[in-house]
């Protein structure tokens, strides 16, 4: 996988690979500065952790994940990134990874009936509260499994979405708590901070 990174919630402007920055949490006084990678971690925190993690309480999350949230909430300004690894979360760690990217830009599509699918290989939108049915295959497979419209009509996704049949929809059309990531002399608070946008320049 390639470079990507955001731009700065303060001015705009990129957040440099190999940079110093700082992402902040609504939650506390204190945010987490240090190296941004490239590969969206900073200080060997996953960005996209965070922002499940900041909007846990907020969304819908699986119960065996309270553990952890408790657990990474509680030091995750006090301990380095090694030392919660070495609690044996690395599976929650994925589990965490993966809410957060479907909280940041996963979808699904909604056919004229108001039933949801998705695609098997993509964010799960039912970890998210939102009951949707996986489509087997990929976007140009015919498939009758569990599909009403798709059954009926012998459609693949593609044609139904080519057609206006499926329409696509964000799981969370609305963070609650957007990542905001700053250059580290950033004196600026979450609440007085706006989103951070993807940057186009893969932080160069």
């Known amino acids: 996988m390639g470079y990507f990174s955001f731009l700065c919630a303060e001015t705009g402007n990129s957040i440099g690979i190999d940079k110093e920055a700082t992402i902040h949490n609504p ?8 190296i ?12 996209y952790v965070i922002l499940w993690m900041m909007n846990a309480d907020t969304l819908m999350s699986r119960d065996w994940l309270a553990s952890f949230l408790s657990m990474y909430k509680r030091n995750f300004f006090e301990m380095p990134y090694v030392d919660i690894c070495n609690f044996a979360y690395k599976n929650h760690v994925q589990e965490a990874r993966a809410i957060g990217l479907a909280i940041a830009m996963g979808s699904y599509y909604q056919d004229k009936d108001g039933n949801n699918y998705h695609c ?7 970890k998210l509260g939102v009951k949707s049915t996986a489509f087997k295959g990929n976007y140009d497979t015919v498939t009758s499994c569990y599909l009403t419209t ?23 059309p609305h963070i609650p708590f957007p990542l905001k990531i700053t250059r580290s ?16 320049n893969q932080g160069f």
């Open 150 to 172: 798709q059954e009926a009509s012998g459609k693949t996704p593609n044609q139904l979405i080519g057609d206006g049949d499926w329409v696509k929809k964000k799981i969370i």
């Open 36 to 47: 941004y990678d490239g590969y969206g971690r900073i200080d060997g925190h996953d960005v």
């Open 185 to 200: 002399e950033c004196e600026l608070g979450y609440f007085h901070l706006p989103a951070s946008e993807d940057c186009p």
């Open 27 to 34: 939650d506390k006084k204190i945010s987490l500065t240090g």
């Open 120 to 126: 098997s290989m993509h964010s799960d939108p039912n």
